[in-house]
């Protein structure tokens, strides 16, 4: 038996959904306080379909529900974000199956856009191949599915050796495991890095599952994890023009306690200000869980190559690379975009190869 208010709450008349978007047209307050049906009965809409209808007291609404959905299992789905709709992996399980896909097939072909898309949701990343190594191309990958999030380093940045740079990632030196921008709210929750060019002795990339790595901390700490998940860290960000902090803690889970997001980045973690006991107890968990990201079973080394566009997520994936020299030629040009932007378009994608 369904509930009784959430079974009205979720009436499909025109009375209470516009019919030209499905919006509904009341509020809550509006529905009478002691709902109960007088009457029900079997019965089909006007294309045949089974259906219910229901004639509610005390105020004789008429309701007709499609069977079908009524039918339709409920339970916490949820939105897709959290580690339920993900497939976890380490870096052996991706052995000979990266999810990439070819630029020109992908721009050509929906369904193939669809599948690159999806492994983005389920994987966390996809490598598109052979995009057109032109300035600012990334720009135009990103709004393939979405929209460019802009930031204090502008529409792109530009990932290569800086004179002064205000940021370790314009520099040669090695970067271990990280998400970026934790000291934005929100975050960016997509990364797009274009390779222009990877001449430089050095410069491999890494990604590591957050999500897995988080998930062996709490089969493996318990504790540690529920600490790293009720620890807001103090994530700041500083230069001659901006001023950013946001207060998160490294690991995010929703009400459920399923993992939803990843915020970890060594090199912006300002001063915690807890006393002595609750500091033994967080740094011990932030120790255990850096030590788990550094698991090499868990990191997925590759080398981009001159056209490669690396799509990933950002509350989800950690990316690193190793040193290379200075001297060298490297340039990555990187965007940020939002995973609704590209869950939106791989929705539509979805429908519209259904409707085919």
Known sequence: MHHLVWLRDNCPCTRCRDPRNGQKLFQITEL????????????????????????????????VYAQAWLDEPTGPDGDGRTEDAKELWAAAELHGRLPEADWDAYTADPRVRARALEQVVRLGFVLL??????????????????????????????????????????????ITPHTDNPYRDPVPTLQLLHCLANGARGGDSGLVDGFRAAALLREES????????????????????????????LIAAD???RIREIRFNNRSIATLSYGPERLD????????????????????????????????DNTRLLHARTAFEESGQRHLQGTYADLDGLASTLAVLRREEAAA
């Open 255 to 257: 009400p459920l306690g």
């Open 32 to 63: 009478p306080a002691a709902l109960a049906i007088a009457s029900e009965r079997a019965v089909r809409t006007g294309d045949g379909t089974p259906a219910r209808e229901i004639v509610w007291a005390p105020d004789g609404h008429v309701s």
């Open 281 to 312: 107890a967080f740094y011990a968990a932030y120790r255990r869980f850096g030590e788990i990201l550094l698991r090499p079973e868990l990191q997925l080394d590759f080398r981009l190559a001159p056209g490669d566009c690396l799509v990933f």
């Open 129 to 174: 191949r052979d995009v057109p190594r032109r300035d600012r191309q990334v720009l135009d990958v990103a709004r393939t599915f979405g929209y460019v999030r802009e930031t204090n380093y502008g529409e792109l940045f530009e990932v290569r050796v800086e004179a002064d740079p205000n940021n370790l990632a314009f520099t040669g030196a090695r």
């Open 222 to 249: 318990p504790a540690d994890f529920d600490v790293l998940t009720r620890t807001p860290v103090p994530f700041t960000f500083a230069d001659a023009h901006t001023e950013l902090r946001a207060d998160r803690p």
